[in-house]
């Protein structure tokens, strides 16, 4: 199995992400909601803390960019919610 971005496989990625996207910014419930921000926030963290550490790698670079694209706009959707839910303390 390739974890999430641990070798920079992105392929298992496209299985779940677009799904947690999903319900971090469209979930009716609250526990659901706060669980998939969380598990954004971690991924966030950890995706840019990796990709700091391996600069010189171009293909990475790229292939992590297209990650980017995805996330930063839903990441900005959520810390303007309204909704505490989603709001960085």
């Known amino acids: 199995m390739c974890i999430l971005l641990v070798h920079w ?13 999903e319900v971090a910014s469209e979930s009716s419930d609250r526990r659901s909601k706060i ?3 969380e598990l954004l926030h971690s991924i966030t963290l950890y ?5 700091a550490q391996t600069t010189s790698m171009e293909s990475v670079t790229k292939s992590i960019a ?3 694209k995805k996330l930063f706009p839903l990441l900005l959707r ?6 505490m839910v989603s709001v960085p303390r």
């Open 9 to 21: 496989c992105i392929s298992p990625a496209d299985a779940f992400l677009p799904r947690l996207m």
């Open 35 to 37: 669980a998939a921000c």
């Open 47 to 51: 995706t840019i803390g990796r990709n």
């Open 66 to 68: 297209s990650l980017y």
């Open 78 to 83: 959520l810390a303007c919610e309204v909704d």
